[in-house]
């Protein structure tokens, strides 16, 4: 099978970008794995799959899948690209589309410098909707981990997310403790675990391990948690920029029950076809 894809990354955190409006793509996880793997396929983070809406209320569907195969609900990095390329392919002249997602309805924009801005919704805190077995939904939880109790932030971007603050983020313990954040038995579907140093009231910078994909060098719905768990605590004040190992996002939010946006790059690498 010959598929065409287009590669893009949101401050580093890189895509297979795939046309399933104009293509038939129907990939088994083995083949998602391939595409994914950067010795013997494209290379990328996640595989993004643009297809037809089946919510009248959107513009189109949108597919994400971690470089294990698995298909995941939210991705705000990709969310921008996803933007990006339905644009640069004439698939779409709007300039502001509706796209929907496992996690819900989001709102993507392609602002007038080039970056991209996206309605990411509300926050969610109610433990069994991020879900969070035994959580209280309070800004402050204790998970035991490797023999100590961290201290986290447990909230849904549209995808789960645990959240801890760090003194020193470039000398946080990410690759130990990632793994076993993502896998522990109290966030039943695994969880994003992000890792954040406080900077000013005004910023903050981020590491997150990924479910399925482990450390990226950004990760969209990890920046909006990682905000939302600051002011949450009193420690940040709207908007905040968020420097990850690829780039700079801005994100804004202003409280309970309002929509979070991120605002950041989507670059087009390069396109090209593969044969599966």
């Avoid at 077995?133 to 997310?161: F, K, Q, R, T, Y």
Wanted: charged fraction near 20%.
């Amino acid at each position: 099978m010959l598929l065409k894809f287009t590669k893009m990354h949101g401050a580093g955190n890189d895509f297979v970008v795939l046309d399933g409006v104009r293509q038939h793509i129907k990939l088994s996880p083995e083949q998602l794995r391939l595409l994914a793997d950067r010795h013997f396929g494209v290379g990328c983070d996640q595989i993004l799959i643009v297809e037809k809406a089946g919510n009248k209320e959107a513009d189109f569907r949108y597919r994400i899948f971690n470089a294990d195969g698995g298909e995941v609900e939210q991705c705000g990095n990709g969310a921008r690209c996803f933007m990006r390329f339905v644009h640069d392919q004439k698939l779409t002249p709007k300039r502001e589309i509706v796209v929907e997602t496992q996690g819900g309805l989001i709102s993507p924009r392609l602002e007038p410098d080039g970056r991209v801005t996206v309605n990411m919704g509300p926050p969610v805190f109610e433990p069994s909707r991020i879900p969070f077995n035994g959580g209280s939904g309070a800004v402050s939880e204790l998970l035991e981990v490797a023999g100590e109790a961290l201290d986290i932030s447990a909230l849904s971007m549209g995808n789960p997310h645990a959240v801890q603050l760090v003194p020193d983020v470039e000398r946080a313990a990410v690759e130990k403790l990632g793994p076993l954040i993502e896998h522990h038995p109290r966030f039943p579907k695994r969880v994003n675990a992000g890792f954040m140093q406080v900077m000013d009231r005004h910023s903050l910078r981020l590491r997150v391990y990924e479910r399925g994909a482990g450390e990226t060098l950004s990760c969209g719905t990890g920046a909006c948690a990682a905000v939302v768990a600051g002011i949450r605590r009193g420690l940040l004040d709207s908007p905040v920029n968020v420097a990850t190992r690829g780039g700079l996002l801005t994100i804004t939010w202003d409280g309970d029950g309002q929509p979070v946006l991120m605002t950041g790059p989507a670059i087009t690498v390069f396109s090209g076809e593969i044969n599966l």
